[in-house]
């Protein structure tokens, strides 16, 4: 259960106990580090914290009391305006490219993390505040997050957690009180982040642009026991790390991909070093499916297309091998080999990653030569047809082996529906090769072509609520998107594309 706006107000159910502290079991391993890390940064305190929504069930996986949070005090921690015993607040120091242009200083301009717990699975998580007020690195920005973008946030990284994708989750939304000046004037939220880590390859571009090699091989030794503890038994410790960032980050942009969804800002400083999809701005995903795709407002060359995503994330891993040349070897040649090495391994990565995902969408259980083709042809008739990508392959999981003239509601996806009858024979011969039977093939189906995707128009639906105080969208929203492989009664509305008048083009970062 979460808190609804327009419900009592978190001030007035204050009681003793909920008074006590609530206890949060910090272990800060980075703010351990060297100073030049970080600078160390209380959150700012805001005039009226509100809690709007905290996650329930995050917050017991990762060892917290829900029902403790849930009330005044907890509203003050993730609001900023109290800090958790145990906690030591820093802003992280990091560079990046943006849109391929270096920048040699960003850092947390508007986030402060609180500390890191270890979850109920054993794992180091960081507990982060998006939107607390300015920071050593707020350069001209104001340290704050409206409310509209950190809904956004909450929405879509949710989602993508509940489709298997990996992510930074939101445990909390608290609103400010206060009135942010963006184009106009808006209402003032802040996101609670959990992140495997919030290292980003930026934080190593940051170092290595300072030839500061201590603390390079400080930050490797740090991402390496704490992401990837098999590379420092290998051989070359580096560069297995390397390697291990390279897969991780194939497999994730394939999940990407295989979804629809368009990360709109692949900034060096955006991609994280754990493989998990960090910093939601103007993300979305596709409806109907073309592969140069652009949401961003700002993305005007569309150097972040649906279609661009694993070239893009291969540019950002070659970033990431340069910062490491002193690490890989004490010989440039040699250290330059091991880095372009690496990095080349990249586009088999993810195709293989890719074609494995492709092919439980399309219901295959065996590998054929064949399979790359048929999943393109599929692709581009989606493409020539203006099909909705989630709806063609969760109405295709529905139809039967063999042809029964069932096949109706998904035809009617496409533009000119006999424009799919060709592909449709090719992909039936296709099972008619395998020994599956037809109810576990759909079933199988079911499990990893979702019938709910977070779309533009919904999401922009319960925002625009939510700026006059009514967060019933939101909340059926991200009900119905935690379970996006089941059918729900609730579900119609939200398993359609939009209609043309709720089209949305573009999404924007909000920052
Ligand atoms: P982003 O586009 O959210 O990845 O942010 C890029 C950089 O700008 C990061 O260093 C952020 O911390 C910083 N930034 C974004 N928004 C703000 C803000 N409102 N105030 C201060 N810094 C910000
Ligand atoms: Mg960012």
Redesign the pocket.
Known sequence: MSRRAGAKHPETDINEQAMEKIPFPFDNSYARLPERFYARQNPTAVPAPRLIRLNRGLASDIGLDPDALESHEGAEIFAGNRVPEGALPI?MA?A?H?FGHW?PE??????VLLGELIDLHGERRDIQLK?AG??A?????????ALGPVLREYIVSEAMAALGVPTTRALAIATTGEE?RRETMLPGAILTRVARSHIRIGTFQYFAARGDIAALTQLADYAIARHYPHAREAENPYRAFLDAVIERQAGLIAKWVLVGFIHG?M?T??MSIAGETI?Y?PCAFMDHYHPGTVFSSIDHRGRYAYGNQPPVAQWNLACLARTLLPLLDADDEAANEEAETAVARFPALFETAWIRGMREKLGLEDAHPADMTLAQDFLNAMAENKTDFTLAFRRLSDLKNGETGDDAPFHALFEHPGAIDDWLKQWRIRLSQEGRCETNRNQAMHRVNPAYIPRNHLIEEAIDAAGQDDFQAFEELTAVLSNPFEAQSVGHKYGNPPRPDQIVHETF?G?
Request: proline share 0%; net charge neutral; hydrophobic share 25%.
């Open positions: 802003a990091y990046g943006q920048v960003l850092g947390d301009g508007r986030a939107g300015r920071t690195f707020s350069r001209h920005g104001d340290g704050r997050a942010i800002v900034n400083d955006n910093d701005g970062c920052t």
